[in-house]
């Protein structure tokens, strides 16, 4: 009953939908020429929408009431309802049905019909309202026209804006061929803009550079080398580690801070604490140790903290403790960080030390228990003397 922006052909090539102004959308039969249902659940103006490529029963629309409206034609009702948050300009499926693009605003968004329209990405890279959206081929490129004069074109992996055109008026639509070699876009001023892409130039008498049989690269391969010969062999390139590269500079402590990088400090302890007992060799290590922020005291004391109670990092770690500790005495109290994980160190050495109590205390015990096995052994041991031949007899006792 009022002026009609959108129609479309559902994918069975049988039915049409249809929005406008009146805020309804309608599908169509062709062969009977007939209204098969009409949705009016729309508050304002129903201005884009699609088609399923997938399913042949279901279509989008997008109004100015902001909201996007799932349909299929076969229930009286909308399946699923988005909202956009401003008047919908345009909205596009992918060609795998489970992604849905909708544009309204300064906005450019991304749902996901399978997960019942979860938000998956909102692009704000317009400055003026998108007025028309479009894929490329592959699916691969989404492309987004606006008010602005821009036409943006994002990558559908990372959402990221790959490459921008600039026109001289505001956009109000945009297509590209199908083999993605042209774009047109109209415009305001009634122009309609076509671009091409440039054909690769191909230079027919450039011949091609031939290139070495596979039987080339294997070449003396199998060769063995006579007396006579002389091999030249190829120097071997040793690539050296960041923190090797700071040590043969003297650089320490730059190199004490490559090793504390977490993924070194986490899976490669190793490396952390030979890079401390270098530098303890060189005597740079109360050095490196000093002049630290309080985030990095913070790192330190938490490694040492982890690390101190394991055996074969003990000797240099307490080391490294004492150091700290007589060099960040006088700031002890100015910071809770550093107090909190001095604290920690404490009590991990604390429990430490209590545990080698109780082992030294099972040790005694159990060195008592084999001292009294062995002299009960040596008790029931005899010798019986008869015929010149000396028998050992020892009794079979459980203790």
């Known amino acids: 009953s009022r002026p009609v922006h959108l ?37 304002d103006y129903v201005r884009c929408g699609c088609a399923s490529k997938v399913n042949a029963d279901v279509f989008i629309t997008g109004s100015y009431d902001h909201t996007v409206k799932l349909f299929d034609a076969r229930t009286k009702s909308s399946v699923m309802t988005i909202e956009h948050g401003h008047p919908v300009e345009s909205v596009l499926l992918f060609p795998s049905g489970g992604l849905l693009v909708s544009a309204g605003g300064r906005y450019v968004k991304v749902w996901d019909v399978l ?93 091609k550079k031939r290139q070495p049989a596979y039987r080339t690269y294997l070449k003396g391969r199998t060769y063995m080398p006579k007396q006579e010969d002389f091999c030249v062999s190829k120097p071997v390139k040793h690539v050296l580690r960041k923190y090797d590269k700071l040590l043969r500079s003297f650089q320490s402590s730059k190199a004490l801070d490559a090793v504390l990088e977490p993924p070194i400090m986490l899976h490669s302890p190793e490396v952390t604490v030979a890079v401390m007992q270098e530098l303890h060799r060189r005597g740079t290590l109360r050095s490196a140790l000093a002049g630290r922020d309080e985030k990095q005291v913070d790192l330190l004391l938490t490694f040492v903290a982890r690390r101190v109670i394991e055996p074969r990092f003990t000797p240099v770690l307490v080391t490294v403790a004492d150091m700290i500790t007589d060099i960040y005495q006088p700031v002890v109290g100015q910071s809770a960080v550093v107090d909190k994980q001095f604290l920690k160190l404490q009590q991990a050495i604390g429990k430490e030390i209590d545990y080698q109590e109780e082992l030294l205390e099972v040790l005694g015990m159990m060195d ?32």
């Open 115 to 207: 997960k019942g329209g979860q938000l998956l990405v909102s692009l704000k890279n317009h400055h003026k309202t998108v007025t028309c959206l479009c894929l490329n081929s592959s699916g691969q490129r989404l492309l987004s026209g606006s008010l602005d004069r821009h036409v943006k074109i994002y990558s559908t992996t990372s959402y990221k804006v790959v490459h921008s055109f600039n026109y001289a008026t505001s956009i109000l639509s945009l297509a590209l061929s199908p083999e993605d070699e042209t774009i047109v876009v109209g415009m305001t001023n009634g122009v309609l803009n076509v671009k091409h892409r440039k054909p690769e130039e191909k230079n027919e008498n450039s011949q």
């Open 7 to 43: 129609v479309g052909f559902l994918s069975d090539k049988y039915r049409v939908f249809s929005g406008g102004d009146d805020y309804s959308s309608n599908l169509w039969d062709i062969p009977s020429a007939t209204k098969i249902i009409s949705y009016s659940e729309h508050t």
């Open 368 to 399: 008592t228990l084999f001292a009294t096995f062995t002299k009960k052994r040596d008790m029931c041991v005899g010798e019986n003397k008869s015929n010149g031949i000396t028998e050992i007899i020892e009794t079979n006792r459980k203790y």
